[in-house]
């Protein structure tokens, strides 16, 4: 079985890098404090029961701007090679609600050296409604052939699948998102990532990481960012994505068992200059410690 499991994502991951070509339209700055969000191989993969709610809003000041809420949870299965996963997500944009929900599934192998690779798989459904309600009640005489219907809905069912190779102070990632059953790859999402650890002094590490993001119809770009961590306490780091903006992030381990984040995104230039005042990401995670003979605290990734 774990032949045929290791089969079907190699599968996944050739043929669908053969249609995909630029970049993704899905932006979530503080990847690199939850990388469950965009790697369902992630799962399981931090030893303990995860639990993270994050909130997005990009630029404020834009009425129908970007608004997102991730809820999401992970953990591995004790005394098994294995994780599992969930994400509930909804995006607003507009007048269109974006609903998902997926569950992963990720088996690891664990080599001698100390390192593991994790292949995971992913399932779910897509559902949009859109209202036009608004739309409507602002047109002349409240009518347009274009909009005579107040609402539409969709649903599709979507896979992804992914590979996280992982150490102590390093990992790589790669991973595709959003795979239909009826386009197939029209809107896959891939993502390619990476991330290590330095130990500067006793108190200070510096943790680099860069997101490669890539779809069909867009120009590829990246995430490049720099985490400055004190006292296995505090994040403070500067992040810069490709065409777009400069972000801030921090994040801070309330207890053992809490992580608080929030990052702040600058606004595109051609938003800037229309009253567009940046964007702004909170992260909440509580990590269970069922398992304390394995979990390693500080967790950095």
Do not use: C
Request: glycine content about 6%; charged content about 15%.
């Amino acid at each position: 079985m774990n032949k045929l499991f290791i089969l079907t994502i190699l599968i996944f991951m050739s043929s669908a890098f053969a249609n995909i070509m630029a970049q993704v339209k899905f932006h979530y700055t503080q990847y690199s404090y939850n990388p469950y969000i965009i790697n369902p191989a992630y799962a399981g993969s931090s030893e303990a029961l995860e639990m993270v709610a994050s909130v997005r809003k990009q630029w404020m000041g834009i009425e129908g701007a970007p608004f997102s809420q991730v809820f999401a949870a992970h953990t591995p299965i004790k005394s098994k090679n294995l994780g599992i996963g969930l994400i509930i997500a909804n995006d607003k944009v507009g007048v269109h609600n974006n609903y998902k929900i997926s569950t992963s599934y990720a088996y690891r192998l664990k080599f001698k050296n100390g390192h593991t690779l994790s292949m995971g798989l992913q399932g779910g459904f897509y559902q949009q409604i859109s209202d036009y309600t608004e739309i409507i009640q602002s047109l002349p005489n409240n009518s347009d052939p274009a909009f005579n219907e107040a609402g539409s809905k969709q649903m599709k069912a979507t896979f992804g699948t992914g590979l996280f190779y992982y150490a102590k102070n390093f990992y790589y990632g790669l991973s595709l998102l959003n795979i239909e059953t009826k386009e197939y790859f029209d809107n896959t999402q891939a993502f390619l990532s990476a991330g290590a650890v330095f130990n500067l002094s006793n108190n200070l590490v510096l943790q680099p990481a860069i997101l490669i993001k890539a779809d069909k119809d867009s120009d590829l770009t990246s995430d490049i960012s720099t985490n400055f961590i004190f006292n296995d306490v505090l994040w403070l780091g500067v992040s810069y994505r490709t065409f777009s903006s400069f972000n801030f992030l921090s994040q801070i381990q309330v207890t053992p068992q809490i992580r608080f984040g929030y990052s702040y995104d600058t606004a595109p230039k051609e938003l800037s200059n229309n009253l567009a005042s940046g964007g702004h990401e909170i992260m909440l995670k509580y990590r269970f410690t069922f398992y304390r003979s394995r979990v390693i605290t500080p967790r950095y990734f």
